[in-house]
């Protein structure tokens, strides 16, 4: 099994351009994540899809816009990148709803917005 | 609302010492509890978790945490510290069963000396 797969690793972008960071996991999980990591903030959730079908907002939405494509994927959009976008974002994925569950990590994109 | 505070963000030890991580978490109702490391350039993995079965919990290579309810801790612990367990150690938090939510902490940084 992969795990969580990202692509793609690392991207440079200008301000105001777009782009999808995508995200797949092989482990027939049914809840997904992203989240952002930045220096000395810890990881942060920005959406999650508890099942197929169905997102919620997470701690820090804004700018971001999400698709659970199918039980496999799911994909972060920036419409309109900032510089303050610019972050190591992470997907993950768990089995299944309530708080015991692990969630599994994928090894993440580096993204930096000029 | 659930919350995590890890206390220091960098912590160093040498070789063969005690490593100590220290993470007192905030919680309305009992939590479960969790320790996940991230290696450089890598997703975060799970070390280990507290369900409430025992309050002495051991994880991967090494480390166990101990549940303290009077002290709302959960510290991460190794005997004897290896070159390898340079890191970023995570402490995270979730309500039981309420949704799929790990809060996690700002993180902290260990670095084994020689």
């Known amino acids: 099994n992969a795990g969580v797969t990202q692509t793609p690793k690392f991207q440079v972008l200008k301000t105001g351009q777009s782009m999808t960071l995508q995200c797949a996991q092989d482990?027939?999980?049914?809840?997904m994540y992203w989240y952002r990591q930045d220096p000395g903030m810890g990881l942060r959730l920005i959406y999650y899809?508890?099942?197929?079908?169905?997102?919620d907002k997470g701690e820090v939405p804004n700018g971001y816009n999400v698709s659970r494509l199918n039980k496999r994927e799911f994909s972060l959009r920036l419409e309109s990148a900032a510089p303050s976008q610019t972050s190591v974002y992470f997907c993950?994925?768990?089995?299944?709803?309530?708080?015991?569950?692990?969630?599994?990590f994928g090894p993440g994109t580096r993204l930096t917005v000029t | 609302a659930q919350s995590v505070t890890q206390l220091g963000s960098h912590v160093s030890v040498s070789e063969g010492a005690l490593v100590l991580l220290r993470c007192n978490y905030s919680?309305?109702?009992?939590?479960?509890l969790f320790w996940y490391v991230q290696y450089p350039n890598q997703g975060l993995q799970l070390l280990l978790k507290?369900?409430?079965?025992?309050?002495l919990v051991k994880g991967i290579n090494g480390f166990e945490a101990e549940f303290k309810k009077s002290e709302t801790s959960f510290h991460l612990t190794k005997p004897s510290a290896h070159m390898s367990d340079a890191a970023e150690y995570f402490c995270?938090?979730?309500?039981?069963?309420?949704?799929?939510?790990?809060?996690f902490g700002k993180g902290t940084r260990l670095h084994i000396l020689p």
């Open positions: 993950a994925s768990s089995v299944g709803t309530g708080g015991t569950y692990e969630q599994y």
């Open positions: 482990m027939n999980h049914n809840s």
């Open positions: 899809s508890a099942s197929e079908g169905t997102t």
């Open positions: 919680s309305s109702v009992p939590p479960y």
């Open positions: 507290y369900t409430s079965a025992a309050t």
């Open positions: 995270a938090v979730s309500d039981r069963g309420r949704d799929d939510k790990i809060i």
